[in-house]
C-alpha cells in the first residue's frame, strides 16, 4: 500500500485535477489506485502549503498504556 501512496503523491504533482479529486473524494481515488479505506473510517485530507506543515497524532485509546515501539508503528510518517 504504502508505494502505491507514494505513486500516487507523485501523480498529484504532474496532474492537478487528479489531486483536485483526491480532495473532494479521498476514498475513490484510492480505490482506483489500489488502496482500500475500511468501510466506516473517515479521512481527513490537508494540504501542506510552502510554509505550513501538518503533523498527525496517532489514536489512543481512553486509559491505554502503550510502549514505544507500539506508538512508532502507529503514527504516521512525517517528512519535514
Known amino acids: 500500500m504504502e508505494s502505491n501512496l507514494a505513486e500516487l503523491y507523485l501523480k498529484f504533482a504532474s496532474d492537478p485535477e487528479l489531486r483536485k479529486r483526491f480532495l ?10 489500489g488502496i482500500h479505506v475500511p468501510d466506516g473510517m473517515g479521512l481527513a485530507i490537508v494540504e501542506d502549503s510552502a510554509t505550513v506543515r501538518h503533523l498527525v497524532l496517532p489514536y489512543f485509546s481512553p486509559g491505554e498504556d502503550m510502549i514505544l515501539e507500539e506508538i512508532g508503528q502507529r503514527q504516521s510518517k512525517i517528512i519535514i
Open 24 to 33: 473532494k473524494e479521498p476514498k475513490v481515488v484510492l480505490a482506483e489506485h
